[in-house]
């Protein structure tokens, strides 16, 4: 490591020698482990990467745009968001690098920038999220607003031994948006293939699939709307149906899915308390269960879902079983969820199959969600 002399010390000054000595040459910075893991869990290829002499102009009328507001927060804010322009440039000047999504690195790298504006949108701007009830920084003291946008700006601009990602404030200043607003779910359970899950992959990669009729059943998440409620009244009848139909033996896996959303700001991640609960009532051996704790909305359910197939090893080309009560899988089954897939995620994560009873329906995973999408899986 580099070291650096940090004074002088007179000739013949014993005791002032004594005290005055080398340190590390990073010393005086520090790394901020949050940040960090939330960039490289939201924004993957902005935090790889160094600007190039093609986005040198964009990038200067960008800081120059932001400086031009001088201490109006709210002009900064609005500011540092993405125009349609400025997306469509960014991604033509992108290199591509590292490991990529299917649709390529332009198509990630606007993924990433229009993550930025839902975020600052959300939590900067104020704008009211499509499930407002859940979704976003709800109803806060003006106060408590303004010291939540004077610190992101503080922390975005705060150097540390590592700042990511470095080529846009409007990065830095979206992850500190996230962190002052309590919002660094997105990490709560990484690695999510290690912990409560390590069993079961471990079991998945010597498994036989050909054994079963499906590949895991998905339990979606159904949150409570009561305060300190770990599992809502309709969730402890998925985890009944769950367990019943893993007694038949003809998946080897429960897929939880659910994360920290009813009611807003719970402590609760939803998934991990169904996995508590279908280990300790149903004697459910832990490694048959895998927890998606992230989701906050049925589309996410099932797109995390297929997520997590796709890591076990799970053969694409058969039906896993989706499990839940009636009224949430006839919505899963309407003509309306396909719209709200279309929406919410932008494609489909999986085809749905045979109806085998009002409570059961299967459901064939996608590739395309293995897509990277910095607006997951937080959605704000």
Not at 22 to 31: I, K, L, Q, S, Y
Request: include cysteine.
């Amino acid at each position: 490591m580099g070291r650096r002399l940090t004074c002088l010390t007179p000739v013949g000054v014993m005791v002032a020698a004594a005290l005055c000595a080398t340190v590390p040459a990073d010393a005086g910075t520090v790394r901020d482990g949050v940040t960090e893991r939330l960039a490289q869990r939201l924004f993957p290829l902005f935090d790889r990467m160094q600007p190039n002499d093609a986005m040198v102009a964009m990038l200067d009328a960008r800081r120059g745009r932001k400086a031009a507001c001088g201490d109006d927060l709210v002009c900064g804010a609005q500011a540092m968001m993405w125009t349609q322009a400025e997306m469509t440039a960014m991604a033509d000047r992108v290199p591509a690098h590292g490991p990529l999504p299917d649709d390529g690195a332009a198509a990630q790298a606007r993924r990433e920038m229009e993550g930025v504006n839902a975020i600052l949108r959300t939590y900067a701007l104020g704008q009211v999220p499509p499930y407002a009830q859940i979704d976003g920084a709800g109803t806060i003291d003006p106060l408590e607003r303004q010291a939540r946008l004077q610190a992101a700006e503080w922390i975005a601009r705060t150097p540390g031994q590592s700042t990511p990602p470095a080529i846009d404030l409007s990065f830095a200043y979206a992850l500190a948006l996230l962190d002052v607003s309590d919002r660094t779910d997105a990490i709560g359970f990484e690695p999510l293939n290690a912990g409560a899950n390590a069993a079961a992959m471990q079991r998945a990669r010597k498994m036989e699939w050909q054994r079963y009729r499906y590949t895991a059943l998905i339990v979606t998440g159904v949150g409570p709307e009561v305060a300190d409620m770990a599992i809502s009244p309709y969730g402890k009848y998925h985890l009944r149906l769950a367990a019943n139909r893993f007694a038949r033996g003809e998946a080897p896996f429960i897929i939880v899915t659910g994360g920290r959303a009813h009611p807003r700001a719970t402590r609760f991640t939803e998934a991990q308390e169904m996995r508590d609960a279908l280990i300790e009532r149903y004697r459910v051996p832990a490694d048959a269960i895998l927890i998606e704790p992230y989701a906050r909305h049925t589309t996410t359910n099932l797109r995390n879902a297929s997520r997590l197939l796709m890591a076990m090893g799970a053969p694409m080309n058969r039906d896993a079983l989706i499990v839940c009560n009636p009224g949430q899988s006839a919505a899963i089954g309407s003509a309306q969820f396909v719209k709200r897939n279309e929406a919410e995620l932008g494609y489909q994560p999986g085809i749905l199959g045979q109806r085998l009873s009002p409570t059961e329906l299967e459901f064939r995973p996608a590739a395309t969600s293995a897509r990277v999408d910095p607006r997951d899986p937080l959605d704000p």
